[in-house]
């Protein structure tokens, strides 16, 4: 591979935002790829994955390189050559890059891959709390989650069929697979963006993991049931939920966040989804008039998001415990307050895109021991866990109201 002098300055630029000024890479990598109109497919892919991948291995290049943060433009160059030489790719004659010790670089890899913290490129507190969980399974499960995630499509069947979408597809350009067990699921075989497509355009799909796939039919729905969202979000998962309404009945989606749910709107025009019913909760009021009155109910709960390092590896060096410790408190807040939805003999489902016990079944047995859980029963129960699906990790509760 021949390193291209504009693309390499755009990988730096772009970590010396995401790590010194805590910038999302998401949002840093969608700016970059904004500077220069002429930049092709390949060269926006190399800056993405590459900017990605030194994010992902941030802890691990770090040590070798032997920088820290706060890092300055030297030293990011100093990471980006780690990570060139790992890769065999020879490193060019720039002022920027000094002379590399190749030897060395791969001697202090083999010797730091030992040390699961390192080779796995994780803040202490994370692998040792990932081990307390997790136990013997945290080794698989760190290493798959440090893997670049898939691209998996839902086909939006409010509009189209599966093999319809895979025949658009293809004659944009796009080759997709069929995934067991994920019947509106396909997968891409190139990542590719597939916004631009006409299909994309008419509504007939969406980016969606296939794990998240899992949640919405899990929830048991059923047209003309009054179905709630409560947190909502952008509504990846309630346009799922109306598309098995087959757009009949009411989906009230819910979400404490205005700017999401316009989001919502705009996709669910595009989808052809017309029974989603957005509304803010800006105030207690907003749950209490629902009380009782849901058939089914989606508690898709705020996380730490573990399941999802491998589409969001900043999260990594995002994340702190004492977070992690808030986001717990908020998630049974919401199952106490947000249980009093579901009417008799309705369901509710609590789902998180995380895979730590403490987020999910302690907090499904905490709910179901305290006053407000004590009329539900917990019928079903789904963990997907990276290494054993190749997707996001992911947790769901399936409990009625008796």
């Known amino acids: 591979m021949r390193l291209h002098r504009n693309?390499?300055?755009?990988?730096?630029?772009?970590?010396?935002?995401?790590?010194?000024?805590?910038?999302?890479?998401?949002?840093?990598?969608?700016?970059l790829l904004k500077r220069d109109k002429r930049w092709g497919s390949r060269d926006r892919s190399f800056i993405a994955e590459t900017t990605y991948d030194i994010v992902r291995w941030k802890r691990l290049y770090a040590e070798i390189a032997e920088v820290?943060?706060?890092?300055?433009?030297?030293?990011?160059w100093?990471?980006?050559?780690?990570w060139a030489t790992l890769r065999g790719i020879k490193?060019?004659?720039?002022?920027?890059?000094?002379?590399?010790?190749?030897?060395?670089?791969?001697?202090?890899?083999?010797?730091?891959?030992?040390?699961?913290?390192f080779r796995e490129s994780v803040p202490d507190w994370m692998d040792e709390l990932g081990e307390r969980e997790l136990g013997k399974k945290w080794d698989a499960e760190i290493a798959a989650l440090n893997t670049i995630a898939p691209v998996v499509l839902r086909v939006n069947t409010l509009k189209a069929k599966v093999?319809?979408?895979?025949?658009?597809?293809?004659?944009?350009?796009?080759?997709?697979?069929e995934i067991k067990g994920y019947p509106d699921a396909l997968q891409?075989?190139?990542?590719?963006?597939?916004?631009?497509?006409?299909?994309?355009?008419?509504?007939?799909?969406?980016?969606?993991?296939?794990?998240?796939?899992?949640?919405?039919p899990f929830l048991d729905v059923k047209p003309g049931m009054r179905v709630v969202d409560t947190c909502a979000g952008a509504g990846g998962k309630a346009l799922h939920l109306a598309a098995l309404m087959e757009n009949k009945g009411q989906l009230i989606a819910l979400d404490i966040y205005g700017n999401k749910?316009?989001?919502?709107?705009?996709?669910?025009?595009?989808?052809?989804?017309?029974?989603?019913?957005?509304r803010t909760i800006d105030s207690t009021k907003v749950i209490k008039k629902l009380k009782a009155s849901a058939d089914r109910v989606l508690i898709d709960a705020p996380c730490s998001g573990l399941g999802?390092?491998?589409?969001?590896?900043?999260?990594?060096?995002?994340?702190?415990?004492?977070?992690?410790?808030?986001?717990?408190?908020?998630?049974?807040?919401?199952?106490?307050?947000?249980?009093?939805?579901?009417?008799?003999?309705?369901?509710?489902?609590?789902?998180?895109?995380?895979?730590?016990?403490?987020?999910?079944?302690?907090?499904?047995?905490?709910f179901l021991a305290s006053e407000a859980g004590r009329e539900f029963k917990k019928t079903n129960e789904k963990i997907v866990l990276s290494s054993e699906s190749g997707y996001d990790g992911f947790y769901m509760a399936l409990l009625e109201k008796n």
Not at 325 to 350: C, F, H, P, W
Request: charged fraction near 30%.
């Open 7 to 31: 693309l390499v300055f755009a990988v730096v630029d772009g970590l010396l935002s995401i790590f010194n000024e805590g910038e999302y890479a998401d949002k840093v990598i969608e700016k």
């Open 68 to 76: 820290k943060e706060p890092f300055d433009r030297k030293d990011i």
């Open 78 to 82: 100093r990471l980006f050559a780690v």
């Open 91 to 117: 490193l060019p004659d720039w002022p920027q890059i000094e002379q590399t010790p190749t030897r060395r670089i791969k001697g202090r890899f083999d010797e730091l891959s030992n040390t699961r913290k």
């Open 163 to 177: 093999s319809q979408v895979q025949s658009e597809l293809k004659e944009a350009g796009f080759f997709t697979a």
């Open 188 to 216: 891409l075989e190139e990542r590719g963006n597939v916004f631009l497509t006409e299909a994309f355009k008419m509504g007939h799909f969406e980016v969606q993991d296939a794990s998240s796939q899992l949640v919405a």
């Open 261 to 278: 749910l316009k989001e919502l709107k705009r996709r669910a025009r595009r989808a052809g989804a017309f029974n989603i019913e957005p």
């Open 308 to 366: 999802v390092l491998s589409r969001n590896p900043d999260a990594k060096w995002k994340l702190e415990p004492e977070f992690l410790e808030r986001i717990k408190n908020t998630q049974q807040d919401i199952l106490q307050d947000y249980a009093s939805i579901v009417k008799k003999g309705g369901k509710m489902v609590y789902a998180t895109c995380s895979i730590l016990p403490s987020e999910n079944q302690q907090q499904v047995d905490f």
